[in-house]
């Protein structure tokens, strides 16, 4: 079945620990994205590629890096520059252009930093 | 710049009735699409429905329907006979013509379905 993966699904890290999120498709889509979402609020945007090789900052870029090196894959690092990194983390494709433009999401990853 | 505002934190609706979710936009694009997600408690976010700005008829999917007013610039969903398994937070988000795929989103609006 075609989809998204995120993995790991729980996570735990101590403050000052660069952590990676991994987030895998085989939906055959060009553009990939990853959101965050805290308790009780919207998704924002954090980086976003929409072919591979090439990723823009999204909104909330700050403390946070990303690489596109495959199409499949799209992995994001939560540095420990990131000040308040305990959130749910929601990774999404699409074919950016034609038809609606709709997300596909993974089931998401959730980050605690004790 | 784009904007979307969900004005209801949550909403409570007995099983079999109808409940309408608000949800109104900001946009500068000419052309744009309007979305609805539901998060259930898992966490995973569910495609209902979808509504380009050009579209005449307003978007029906199954139990989901979408009030569509443009001039309001309303995008409001609908649920009828509402179902215990429809109790999950309820997104609007909208994708404007120059957004590159991007999608922004309101807030959301926790819908509580009683028995």
């Known amino acids: 079945d075609g989809g998204i993966t995120q993995s790991p699904k729980y996570l735990f890290r101590k403050e000052g620990q660069n952590v990676t999120l991994s987030c895998e498709q085989n939906l055959n889509h060009d553009a990939m994205y990853w959101y965050r979402q805290d308790p009780g609020q919207g998704l924002r945007l954090i980086y976003y590629s929409q072919i591979v090789n090439d990723f823009q900052k999204g909104d909330i870029a700050e403390g946070y890096s990303v690489s596109r090196e495959k199409k499949e894959s799209f992995p994001l690092t939560v540095t420990s520059a990131q000040k308040n990194p305990t959130a749910f983390y929601l990774c999404?494709?699409?074919?950016?252009?034609?038809?609606?433009?709709?997300?596909?999401f993974g089931e998401g990853s959730r980050l605690t930093v004790l | 710049a784009q904007k979307i505002t969900q004005t209801q934190p949550g909403m409570f609706v007995q099983e079999k009735e109808a409940v309408t979710l608000d949800c109104t936009y900001d946009?500068?694009?000419?052309?744009?699409?309007l979305f609805w997600y539901k998060q259930p408690s898992s966490g995973e976010m569910i495609f209902l429905i979808y509504q380009g700005s050009y579209d005449q008829q307003n978007a029906t999917e199954g139990r989901y329907s979408l009030n569509f007013q443009k001039a309001r610039k309303s995008a409001n969903l609908v649920i009828s006979a509402s179902q215990l398994g429809d109790s999950a937070m309820y997104f609007c988000?909208?994708?404007?013509?120059?957004?590159?795929?991007?999608?922004?989103f309101g807030q959301g609006t926790i819908l509580t379905v009683h028995p």
């Open positions: 988000a909208m994708l404007g013509g120059t957004s590159y795929g991007k999608l922004t």
């Open positions: 999404a494709s699409s074919i950016p252009f034609t038809g609606t433009g709709e997300l596909f």
């Open positions: 946009t500068s694009d000419p052309s744009y699409g």
